[in-house]
């Protein structure tokens, strides 16, 4: 079992940053595959960002990259989400995830079995 923790959320404005923090409990995080989706009111959650339980692998949505950046520190048990160059359009509530041990990172809700409550980024124009 792993329990997920976000925080860092807040409001900015566009152009600016934050760094989302999600704290994991559970000795399987270090083997868990974790990822980062959002929902805007109205629309279903989608796909932001993910790592790899081993090697680095990334993946990013096209509207993130070059300016998101996601990375994991396993000594603390921790997973980030550190967002550059913020625009309105990425407002939503921001939730980290993570896959049962041992799996290749995933881009669809469905493939992972831990979440985070959601922490909320608001980004005014």
């Known amino acids: 079992q792993v329990q997920l923790v976000e925080s860092g959320g807040g409001l900015v404005q566009a152009g600016g940053s934050l760094r989302l923090s999600c704290a994991a409990s559970g000795r399987t995080f270090s083997s868990a595959s974790m990822g980062w989706f959002r929902q805007a009111p109205g629309k279903e959650r989608e796909f932001v960002a993910a790592i790899a339980w081993v090697g680095g692998t990334t993946y990013y949505t096209d509207s993130v990259k070059g300016r998101f950046t996601i990375s994991r520190d396993n000594a603390k048990m921790t997973g980030y989400l550190q967002m550059n160059s913020l625009k309105p359009e990425d407002t939503a509530v921001y939730y980290c995830?993570?896959?049962?041990?041992?799996?290749?990172?995933?881009?669809?809700?469905?493939?992972?079995?831990?979440w985070g409550q959601g922490t909320q980024v608001t980004v005014s124009s």
């Open positions: 995830a993570a896959r049962r041990p041992r799996l290749r990172i995933g881009s669809t809700p469905d493939e992972y079995d831990y």
